[in-house]
């Protein structure tokens, strides 16, 4: 119960920023559908399939953008990071840090209150944040592709559709538990540079170690990103490897997590 209670007070705190940044994201992506044509985009296709290997990486790698599968991949999903990421990145790795430095974690933890029990709090009430937005973004699109004459329902395939949102939302935790982790033990800059520097690392090594080598190439699978890519999902409807995939992502959470809540619960807090 006071997991809740903490998860209870940080949503209200948080509750105007978290509402603005989901209102504009909602606006952003319902006008995303109104730009798609398949023409238009089909063309664009094989414009972009003669840029440098590198510049077709930055925007998915492969590519079908005449499908709106592909087109929302592209678009979407395989910029998630950037969309929403640096978002979460920021607001999670300052939480505790900042209650530390302006002392305002003296009070709570006054109460009787376990450690664990306010950090997890934290933890959840940023996860609850990401689900909200990753729910509000989808129904912005599911509205646009009902309401718009530019996109045709019956073409698309809302089991993939539905299951890329959820695997996004898996993904965003992934990003959540990394700052968490750092926000733990670390002050309010450092924890801000060592998560946004894992998020930028990670994003690297998943998406061009094809072209740092054979030898070195099997270091994407360090990377969270390797283990979200819905092109396959959203295209060809292939679900190989997916559950798989989510698990990683899930037991990655999982572990940082709970490196989290122990770090925090050994950390020295001057009072």
Sequence with gaps: MKV??????????????NLI??????????????????DLFG??????????????????GQLALAEFGGFIHVYLFSMAWFYFGFYYVITTANDIPKEIETKTIDLMLSKPIKRWEFSLGKFFSHVIAAGCLVLGVYLSIIFGIFTLDNIDPAELHFEELNFAFIWLFIFLITIVSSSFFFSAFLEPKKSLVFSLGLMIFF???????????????DIQYLSVFYYFDTFDLLVNQD???????VLILCAYSIAFTTAGVIAFNLRDIPV
């Excluded at 809740?4 to 920023?17: D, H, M, R, Y």
């Excluded at 414009?47 to 930055?58: G, R």
């Excluded at 994003?203 to 190439?217: D, K, R, S």
């Design 4 to 17: 809740l209670q903490i998860i209870w007070k940080e949503v209200k705190g948080t509750f105007k920023s």
């Design 239 to 245: 679900w190989e490897n997916v559950y798989r995939d």
């Design 43 to 60: 063309g664009m296709e094989e414009f972009v399939q003669n840029y440098p290997e590198a510049l077709q990486e930055m925007v998915g």
């Design 203 to 217: 994003y690297v090594i998943g998406v061009y170690a094809e072209l740092f080598g054979e030898e070195i190439e």
């Design 21 to 38: 940044f989901l209102t504009l994201m909602c606006l952003y992506f319902y006008w995303f559908t109104t730009i798609y044509d398949p």
